[in-house]
DNA sequence: CCTAATAGGACTAAAATGGTCCTGAATGCA
DNA sequence: TGCATTCAGGACCATTTTAGTCCTATTAGG
């Protein structure tokens, strides 16, 4: 995988790093619950091992994997696969950002008044993410072909193989 | 609203364009069935003409709008708010971009053999798609509450007001 | 105290985004 | 016919993001 990004859909994009951090998690996932060094989870994977070891940093800031410093140090998923998910994975990765809504910062727009989709968009946002709160790891690893209940998307996730591709 | 998007979540991100093409759609979807310049839709919208005639091009191509040129020309929704979905707004404003997974340049990637992740994030994204499908400008206009059927997505979008935000 | 590792940033290059502007083509009307 | 109006299609630039590299702590083992 690694997805060559440069024709995905801005909307909806997973951006590369997270892409190397699922890859990465994966690899974590896989191999029991070994720890491994940044270095050898670049060979592993095959991602650069500067980038490797940027992406390492931000999901431990995550605390989505734990590490131990100084000689025999490495890392480790912080968690099982199953409770890790794709949102978890994406905000690590893409930063602490919150969810700014206009409302937090009225009058900053402008058009506000005449307005009602503003709102709109973010509770899509807030849905979206809420879905993908249930795309877990061990999903996205294919290890686990359908989640439990709720969970949506998940549902659509796992159910079938080759989906309608747009053009 | 027109969100200030400094500090939205980068991946779920809803460009200005978009956010601004919403906002236009509204407008022709409230004003009845009337036509209105690219002028009109910049006053009443409070966007800037340029912008606001760049949004309406690509409405144009991808259909949403139906223009006609020429001294009293201008535009109309090309069809009814309730079969006008967020995924076709994204689409048309944010360019006919396929939805390109690894797999139809394989080889490229170089970390393909030991990698199933891929495929996952593109049925992820997938399967966003098809709920953002569901969810009409009539819901984003804040008209309908709640969509019919189907719409997993649409459903909790409908259903709550204040969402949890995330930090 | 020396070596193996991670933590945390600073920094750069490349790409995407938002916005403006110009030129061309269609339409209506005097 | 010819002029004013209005959309179509891009070229273009400035700013912001993203990806990626590197350097300097800090922590732990032997």
Redesign the interface.
């Known amino acids: ?4 990004a ?10 590369k790093l ?2 190397y951090a ?2 990465i998690l ?2 974590l996932a896989e191999e029991g619950a070994g720890q491994h060094t940044a270095v050898e989870l670049a060979e ?4 650069g091992l500067p980038t490797a070891s940027k992406v390492l940093k931000g999901l431990q800031r995550g605390g989505l994997v734990a590490s131990t410093r100084g000689a025999r140090g490495g890392y480790t998923l912080a968690r099982p696969a199953a409770a890790i998910s ?1 949102v978890d994975i ?2 690590a990765v ?9 409302a937090s ?1 009225p009058g ?5 008044p ?19 709160g249930d ?1 877990k790891l061990t ?4 290890r686990e072909a359908n989640a439990a209940p709720a969970a ?2 998940a ?3 796992g159910s079938r193989p080759g ?5």
Do not use: F, K, Y
């Not at 995988?1 to 060559?4: A, I, K, R, S």
């Not at 440069?6 to 951006?15: D, G």
């Not at 005449?114 to 993908?132: D, K, Y």
């Open positions: 995988m690694v997805l060559n440069e024709r995905l859909p801005p909307m909806l994009r997973i951006s997270t892409d699922t890859v994966a690899r592993l994977t095959g991602i794709a994406i905000d893409e930063g602490p950002l919150g969810l700014t809504e206009c910062h900053q727009c402008g058009l506000e005449s307005c009602r989709v503003g709102r709109s968009w973010q509770r899509v946002n807030v849905a979206i993410r809420r879905a993908l795309v999903q996205l690893i294919g949506d998307l549902v659509v996730l989906l309608r591709v747009r053009s």
